[in-house]
């Protein structure tokens, strides 16, 4: 079963991580979590961190935060919407009420107007806060990280490594304390060496089902961290009914679009019968 977060990818195709960790040890890289983002606190999950910045921002009830995504999809995570919603109002457009700017990218890919946004956000002096929950080390086609130019951005570590839970918080400001919690300090320890392979990995994975499978939903890929493939069918009720048994689809609600995983634990150029399976029933 090919699963969309590693650590049930792993347990439920009896991988073993020790084993893993030793193969990838001939790929480790000298750095820290600091080297790759800069300063950071964690937290329980991504969707906490998310609480922790509309709280500190002291927003009220008639205030507005103005999302936006990757391709402007209707399709927005009830971890960022209903978070948000606990505090003030949500918008899909700029109003004088909106209170600040909150870009998600989606799966892993940039949102195309980024810097468009940050100059908005500077003329209306209010913050960017960057949606990097499946977006982390991944890139603009101007090399510019995602996260970097937010005044906060958020990322989910189960969604980077074999782990059970945890998120991450980067601010400019330094204004949010985050938790301690030797597990997740001790995990990111232990994976982040091995950080560029498994960012090597995905983009292999991806690449290779871009080739065989076409109709990318993403245009701006070339220096992404995907986290899903994500491309346009007219069979995915087809897909859904005979296909779930051996994968797991993101979830957006779109018509027509599909979304694979890609996550780096996943060896997807030696899986050819699924590959063939999936094009046999969705694409033809």
Known sequence: MIRIFPIQHIRDNN??????????SDFSVNKSLNDIIGDYVIFNSGKV???AIISNLNLKIDDEVYITTTTDSTFVSTCVSATIFNYCKISRVITDKTRAIFVIHTFGFPHPE??????????????????????????NTDNIRLGSIGD???????KIIPIKYGGILT?????IQGIKDNYLTNNIKLWTPFLDKLRNNSR???FYLKEVLGNPVYQEDQNANPYMYGFFSRNYEIAMKDLLEIIEFGKTHVEN????????FIAYDKETRIIKRIYRKIIK
């Open 15 to 24: 991988l073993d991580i020790n084993k893993i960790i030793n193969d990838l």
């Open 49 to 51: 961190a998310i609480r």
């Open 114 to 139: 980024l810097l468009k946004l940050r100059k908005i956000a500077n003329e209306l002096n209010i913050p960017l806060i960057e949606d990097c929950i499946s977006a982390f080390n991944s890139y």
């Open 152 to 158: 906060y951005a958020v990322y989910s570590l189960p």
């Open 171 to 175: 601010s400019k400001l330094n204004d």
């Open 204 to 206: 292999k994975n991806y």
């Open 257 to 264: 679009e599909i979304h694979i995983p890609v996550n780096p």
